[in-house]
T-cell receptor, first 114, second 112 residues
């Protein structure tokens, strides 16, 4: 079984400030890790993913995340927030084999203040 | 990237009627598609895995007779909410894999 915990259902930052969204996972075997963004009434867009190799993963729109196995974490960061970053962010995991359905965290709503 | 198209984007139906939601992979074939449900301000919960040419696999607690899934071709899966009730009102999202998972735009179902 696997699970995802996102600390903080709401995060508010000022435009230009650092964005940090936290994600911890639990899995019996090393999973694949993902961050998705969702805008209102829309589907999900993949920001970045970790499968293997380098633990610091760069994604779209200036986001990056670091896989820390010892901490079972995959926190999402962006050095400088933009107003357009305001959205809902979901961390997700999947198994490496089999049907690889995604298990999502509860989501974090990011607000960016001018 | 690959495109998954979901239709309709919004639907309002009366209690007791059935609603069909389509999920198409436009530029790739998908033997497996996934259906998720999202309640307001909550996360996505996997409902079922749709398998082309065979029965869908439902998650625990999901009524297979209420949420009928048909995956008749490699590019189309449908979810039919039968005898809909207000508590079925939700946002339904499908996804298909082309390497990574791609998501449809979602369907907002409102049952009145």
């Amino acid at each position: 079984a696997q699970s995802v915990t996102q600390l903080g259902s709401h995060v508010s930052v000022s435009e230009g400030a650092l964005v940090l969204l936290r994600c911890n996972y639990s899995s019996s075997v090393p999973p694949y890790l993902f961050w998705y963004v969702q805008y209102p009434n829309q589907g999900l867009q993949l920001l970045l993913k970790y499968t293997t190799g380098a633990t610091l993963v760069k994604g779209i729109n200036g986001f990056e995340a670091e896989f820390k196995k010892s901490e079972t974490s995959f926190h999402l960061t962006k050095p400088s927030a933009h107003m357009s970053d305001a959205a809902e962010y979901f961390c997700a995991v999947s198994q490496r084999t089999g049907r690889r359905a995604l298990t999502f965290g509860s989501g974090t709503r990011l607000q960016v203040q001018p | 990237g690959a495109v998954v198209s979901q239709h309709p984007s919004r639907v309002i139906c009366k209690s007791g009627t059935s609603v069909k939601i389509e999920c198409r992979s436009l530029d790739f074939q998908a033997t497996t598609m996934f259906w998720y449900r999202q309640f307001p301000k909550q996360s996505l919960m996997l409902m079922a895995t749709s398998n082309e040419g065979s029965k869908a696999t439902y998650e625990q607690g999901v009524e297979k007779d209420k949420f009928l899934i048909n995956h008749a071709s490699l590019t189309l899966s449908t979810l039919t909410v039968t005898s809909a009730h207000p508590e079925d009102s939700s946002f339904y999202i499908c996804s298909a894999r082309a390497g990574e998972a791609f998501f449809g735009q979602g369907t907002r179902l409102t049952v009145v």
